[in-house]
C-alpha cells in the first residue's frame, strides 16, 4: 500500500512483454493495467512502451523508469524485511569473558548500548584470567571471550583483534600530562604502579624498562587493573596500560592516556572471539557487532 500499484504494473509488463501477461500474473484486468500507463505517459509526456505487433516493449523513457520503479520495489522489500525481523527480536542470555579493565569499560559500554535496542537479552559479563578466558570459551561456558593475549586454538574463531600497545596512563593533572608522548625515563621519576608477576603485562613493563637500561622499583604492585587505574587518578603515580583498559575513565575526564615516545613495548594484542563450531546464537552475533563497533571507536576515535 505505501506505492502505488503502478510500479508494479510497469515491472510486470516489461518483464513479461505483455499487458494481458502482466495482468494475470498480478490479477488485474488488462484494460486498468493499460489505463494506468496511458495516464503515466500523459503525465511524463513519453511512451513509456514500444506497441508492438507480439507484445509491448521499454522505450528509452520506460528503461529509465523501470529502473527507478525496480530500485524503489527493492528497497521497499528491504524495509518490509527489517520491520519483520523487529517482530522475531533477539532474547534469551549472552555470557562475555572478558578481564577486569575491559569488564569495566569497553564490555560495559558495549552493554548499555545494547541493552538499550536489545532489553529482552540478558547480558553476563564474567571476570577471568586469560587462560580461563581460552577455556570457558571453548567448553561453551561463554558466547564470547574479549582478552589480551589470548592463545590461539583450533576451537575458536577470530572476530576481532588488534596490537594494543601500552602507554602511560595518568591524572590529567599530571605534571607529564602536557606532553603528547612521554619519554620512559621520565616515567621513572615519579611512582611506577606494576602488573604483579601473575599477569602477562608484568613482563611486558618489566622488559621495557629493562631494556633501556632503567632500573627502577615500583612503588605498586597489583593484579588489579581497577586498582592500577585508582592508584594512577589518585596522585602522581603512572600505570601502564592499553587505551581499552581506560576507555571510559578517558571518556569521562579521570585518567589520561599516552604513548611512551622512545621506547615501544612487545606485542599487547587484544582479541574477540568465539566458539568456531557450534558458534553462539543470533543474539550473541549482535552482542559480539557492538563489542566491535565499541572497540573501533576506541581506536579509531573521531578527530
Not at 513479461?16 to 501477461?21: E, V
Request: glycine share 6%; hydrophobic share 45%.
Amino acid at each position: 500500500m505505501l506505492h502505488s500499484r503502478v510500479l508494479h504494473y510497469i515491472d510486470e509488463v516489461a518483464r513479461y512483454g505483455s499487458i494481458r501477461a502482466a495482468g494475470a500474473r498480478l490479477h488485474v484486468a488488462p484494460s486498468a493495467i493499460n489505463r494506468q500507463i496511458l495516464l503515466l505517459e500523459e503525465e511524463l509526456g513519453e511512451p513509456l512502451f514500444e506497441r508492438l505487433p507480439r507484445g509491448m516493449r521499454p522505450t528509452p523513457a520506460g528503461e529509465v523508469l523501470l529502473a527507478h520503479v525496480r530500485r524503489t520495489l527493492q528497497e521497499y522489500r528491504e524495509a518490509v524485511t527489517e520491520i519483520r525481523d523487529l517482530q522475531s527480536l533477539p532474547s534469551g542470555e549472552v555470557v562475555i569473558a572478558t578481564m577486569t579493565g575491559l569488564a569495566s569499560s569497553i564490555v560495559s559500554t558495549a552493554t548499555v548500548n545494547f541493552h538499550a535496542r536489545h532489553p529482552e537479552v540478558r547480558i553476563s559479563i564474567r571476570a577471568l584470567s586469560t587462560h580461563e578466558i581460552l577455556r570457558a570459551v571453548a567448553d561453551s561456558e561463554a558466547d564470547l571471550g574479549l582478552g589480551f593475549n589470548v592463545p590461539s586454538s583450533p576451537q575458536l574463531e577470530l572476530c576481532w583483534q588488534m596490537d594494543t600497545r601500552l602507554g602511560a596512563v595518568i591524572a590529567p593533572a599530571h605534571p607529564l600530562a602536557r606532553l603528547e608522548s612521554i619519554p620512559l625515563a621520565q616515567c621513572a621519576a615519579y611512582p611506577l604502579i606494576f602488573a604483579d608477576r601473575s599477569m602477562v603485562i608484568h613482563g611486558i613493563i618489566a622488559d621495557t624498562f629493562a631494556e633501556a637500561g632503567l632500573k627502577v622499583e615500583p612503588a605498586f604492585h597489583t593484579n588489579s587493573i581497577e586498582t592500577m587505574k585508582r592508584l594512577a587518578a589518585a596522585g602522581e603515580a603512572i600505570a601502564f596500560l592499553s587505551r581499552f583498559d581506560m576507555a571510559e575513565d578517558h571518556h569521562n575526564g579521570t585518567l589520561a592516556f599516552r604513548p611512551v615516545r622512545d621506547r615501544a613495548f612487545s606485542n599487547n594484542i587484544l582479541s574477540l572471539v568465539r566458539r568456531e563450531k557450534h558458534g553462539p546464537g543470533p543474539a550473541a552475533l549482535l552482542f559480539a557487532e557492538e563489542i566491535i563497533q565499541t572497540l573501533e571507536s576506541v581506536a579509531h576515535p573521531p578527530l
